[in-house]
């Protein structure tokens, strides 16, 4: 819809993975319906714990570079792709502390509007996000908002689909305090700096294997991932998890699954509100008005 809408015409490339049959056919649909667009693949590792798993995506990282630099004639250098790296790692860093404020004032900062501004960096370049970013961390703690008695949960499953910002605030308005998330899980893939080597095509390939915050995008070992989620919601300090898959999405089902097993195991309470174009927002926000006023009462 963005594709058609324009609002994509300031791409002049889209690299897909083959993730499901969603994103192999949207890819299909863009070359054809937009052939000035340059549509391209990386080929994710599939044994991502073999030794060869770093050496193979280093490899499709250099394949990528190359496919660029011949289509667009640029030549894409190891210390530009360096500078760049230090670039976004400035940008991550502002973000994960936009983060660590947020579980520390959820009040000061809604689900909305963090969820606004980082997909405003997704239409930015760094160096122009990074000073407002900046900006509203100066400004958050000096908010003056009152800390309301919400019930704290982490929003979690919106792996491909984002939920749309009404929802969002519809959680929020039906007592969620919305202290963690996967929201944009893509634009905060590395938990750590990538590191500025000689060599930073290796960096990043590691960095995609050894750095990555926990997702069943990446991690085929369901415990590691479902694991993760529970450290994250003891960290936060929530006390539940509410769950934002798309409502078409099969593989939502098969996560869904392990999520729940490991959150019972852990005593933690959990709800499930499927993304769909049609939902029905007053619905959502009495279904889960019930669900906090069950945890609360």
Request: charged content about 30%; hydrophobic content about 40%.
């Amino acid at each position: 819809m963005l594709a058609f809408g324009g609002d994509l015409a300031f791409l002049d490339a889209v690299v897909f993975t083959s993730i499901c049959e969603g994103a192999r056919n949207l890819s299909r649909i863009l070359a054809r319906d937009f052939p000035d667009l340059h549509v391209t693949y990386l080929q994710l590792p599939d044994g991502q714990a073999s030794s060869e798993a770093v050496d193979h995506w280093e490899a499709e990282l250099r394949r990528l570079g190359k496919d660029i630099s011949e289509k667009f004639g640029v030549a894409v250098e190891d210390s530009a792709l360096r500078a760049s790296l230090g670039l976004y790692n400035l940008w991550r860093r502002r973000v994960r502390e936009l983060y660590a404020q947020r579980t520390q004032w959820p009040h000061r900062i809604s689900a909305e509007e963090l969820c606004c501004l980082i997909r405003a960096g997704t239409r930015m370049p760094p160096e122009a996000h990074i000073p407002l970013l900046d900006e509203v961390l100066r400004e958050i703690p000096f908010r003056g908002r009152r800390r309301r008695g919400r019930l704290p949960v982490v929003v979690e499953g919106a792996v491909c689909e984002q939920p749309p910002l009404g929802l969002l605030d519809a959680l929020e308005k039906a007592g969620c305090c919305v202290v963690n998330d996967d929201l944009l899980l893509g634009w905060r893939w590395f938990f750590d700096d990538v590191p500025e080597t000689d060599n930073p095509w290796r960096s990043l390939a590691e960095s995609y294997l050894e750095r990555s915050v926990p997702s069943s995008l990446r991690h085929p070992i369901p415990h590691f991932f479902t694991d993760a989620l529970v450290d994250k919601v003891h960290r936060s300090g929530a006390e539940a998890v509410i769950f934002l898959p798309g409502k078409f999405c099969g593989p939502d089902f098969f996560d869904h699954d392990a999520f729940r097993t490991a959150l019972e195991r852990a005593r933690i309470a959990s709800l499930e509100v499927r993304v769909d174009e049609k939902m029905n927002l007053d619905q959502i926000r009495k279904a889960v008005k019930i669900f906090v006023s069950n945890l609360s009462g």
